[in-house]
């Protein structure tokens, strides 16, 4: 009788361990902070060259700040994106940073194809960003 006691209770007790709910992952904030500040430097970047208007200043600043963008925007790791969405990281390669780098280097060229190419990159981009936004902006709150 009392092996059939501590059997159940064996049972019981792997039952429960089962069902218990696993802790949230932390989130890596360096992590967190090198892929926000990434997409706020290349914006930010973005808007300086539509005020440029032949302002060689401030389009040196522009360039100056989607490059440090793009520094940033290497350091993010794919897995920490797909902990979020399992499209994010592959999407964030595809799109965002190639997009950049090919508009970067169209400009730097004065290709406006090449241009042109990595703007329609970064348009897929800013698509799948916008459906996903919310839900990951929420997940890289503080609980």
Known sequence: MPLRVLTILG??????????????????E???????????????GGSMLQM?????????????VIDDGLRLAFQ???DFLDQFDLRLGKNYETYFIQGIETYRLGIEAA??????EGLEKLQQWAAFWSEV??????????Q
């Open 11 to 28: 049972l019981l007790a792997l039952l429960l361990v089962g069902c218990s709910s696993e802790p949230e992952a932390k989130i890596d």
């Open 76 to 78: 993010v790791r794919r």
């Open 133 to 142: 936004e919310p839900a990951v902006m929420a997940s890289l709150q503080p």
């Open 111 to 116: 290709d406006v194809e090449q241009q042109k």
């Open 52 to 64: 440029a208007s032949g302002d060689q200043v401030i389009y040196g600043k522009a360039i100056a």
């Open 30 to 44: 360096t992590q967190k902070f090198l892929f926000l500040e990434s997409l706020k430097q290349i914006e930010t």
